[in-house]
Every structure is written in structure tokens, then in C-alpha cells.
């Protein structure tokens, strides 16, 4: 008897530690880095698409570097836009974002990501959210999501 409950009991504990590991939120991947590139004008006229205030001016877009230094790919999507107010940061409502704009980040890879440059703060930054395709921890068949990874720019001042 002492056997059995021994046997469920290393069992339970085993459950219990690989739901915490599958629930466990991952921190964004250490290879991977986004970085500010520059300012640039709206010459593929996206901006309209994905900021709810219009500008033609020179330095309406951004560019950014995501640069992927690990063994793994990863599926990429532009994320939130905050702009920092009072010592804090806020999301921008003007942010329309980008509907159908992700792509797959490889190894070795380095992709420019365009963002509209915010109107109203001269202090800004984006995020870019990135999930590991290269290992999928969760099952599809179990109907879990993993949590995003998101990673954040540098502060960039206009």
C-alpha cells in the first residue's frame, strides 16, 4: 500500500512540474535584438494604413534592425508602440498596428522593421513580439497558447 501512494504521489509531482514548466512564461530569447536603424520618409505610403495621424514629412517612419544570433527561427510580428509621459510609459491610441505584417525570423537572419513615428512624445519605443517555431513546447492537440515574448526597442528620441 505505502508502495502505491509512494508511485501516485512521484506521479502527481511530475504532473504538477511539467504544467508549471508549460505555463511558465519564457523571457525574450537573448540572441535576439531590436534596435532604432534610423528615420526615413513614408515612400511605400504605409504609414496611413497603420497610424491614425497623417505625416508627410521626412521622418515619418523608423526603421529598426531585428537581428536573430540564436539556432532557432522564429515567427514575428510588429507589436505595441508606447510613448513616455511623466516618467512612464504609455501605449499610443494612434496605433493602428499591423494586421497581416509578421514573418519568420531564421537563424543569422537580420530584418528591418518599418514603424510610423509617433506623433505627440519625443520619447518612443515599439516592440516586436517573437515566438520560437524551432521547438514547439506546447502541443497544438492540447489547445494551449503559448504566452508572447515580446522585445522592446531602445528609447528613441525624435
Not at 4 to 22: C, E, P, Q, R, Y
Not at 103 to 117: D, K, N, S, Y
Not at 130 to 153: F, H, N, Q
Amino acid at each position: 500500500m505505502k508502495r502505491i501512494l509512494l508511485i501516485i504521489s512521484v506521479f502527481a509531482f511530475l504532473v504538477l512540474g511539467v504544467i508549471a514548466w508549460l505555463f511558465h512564461p519564457s523571457p525574450p530569447p537573448d540572441g535576439v535584438t531590436l534596435s532604432f536603424a534610423g528615420y526615413t520618409n513614408d515612400a511605400r505610403v504605409v504609414r496611413s494604413n497603420l497610424y491614425r495621424l497623417p505625416d508627410s514629412g521626412s521622418r515619418s517612419m523608423a526603421l529598426f534592425e531585428l537581428v536573430n544570433r540564436t539556432k532557432h527561427s522564429y515567427f514575428c510580428f510588429p507589436g505595441a508602440i508606447q510613448l513616455q509621459t511623466g516618467g512612464h510609459w504609455i501605449y499610443d491610441t494612434n496605433w493602428a498596428g499591423y494586421a497581416l505584417n509578421s514573418f519568420t525570423l531564421r537563424p543569422a537572419q537580420i530584418v528591418h522593421v518599418e514603424m510610423p513615428v509617433p506623433a505627440g512624445s519625443n520619447s518612443w519605443r515599439c516592440s516586436v513580439t517573437v515566438l520560437d517555431v524551432t521547438y514547439a513546447r506546447i502541443p497544438r492537440w492540447l489547445g494551449l497558447k503559448m504566452k508572447d515574448e515580446s522585445i522592446w526597442s531602445p528609447e528613441v528620441l525624435k
